[in-house]
């Protein structure tokens, strides 16, 4: 069992910057890459950002330069700075953690609006 907990999303202006965090409890082990992921109203998930164990990070064309993924693997939590949020930001955002042996695991989501 994986649990997934989400936390850091809220309101803000366009302009504004907030910071999710996502911390895996249960079996971690086999855990080796943590995403994030967002569903705006009407469209489909989208991969936002993702970094493996080692480090490396992939981003979003829509967010690279504005949102920074980061890990601390000893608390097995990734986190998301998103900065210069723009309207198209606004969605729920879910966190990702691939487990080799349960597959994909989902958080609960956590809503980020953009809105003046």
């Known amino acids: 069992q994986v649990q997934i907990v989400e936390s850091g999303g809220g309101l803000v202006q366009p302009g504004g910057s907030l910071r999710l965090s996502c911390t895996a409890s249960?079996?971690?082990?086999?855990?080796?890459?943590m995403g994030w992921f967002r569903q705006a109203p009407g469209k489909q998930r989208e991969l936002v950002a993702r970094?493996?164990?080692?480090?490396?990070?992939h981003y979003a064309d829509s967010v690279k330069g504005r949102f920074t993924i980061s890990r601390d693997n000893a608390k097995n939590t990734v986190y998301l700075q998103m900065n210069r949020l723009k309207l198209e930001d606004t969605a729920v955002y879910y966190c990702?953690?691939?487990?080799?042996?349960?597959?994909?695991?989902w958080g609960q989501g956590t809503q980020v609006t953009v809105s003046s």
């Open positions: 970094i493996s164990s080692a480090g490396s990070t």
């Open positions: 990702n953690v691939p487990h080799i042996i349960l597959g994909d695991v």
């Open positions: 249960g079996s971690i082990v086999g855990i080796y890459t």
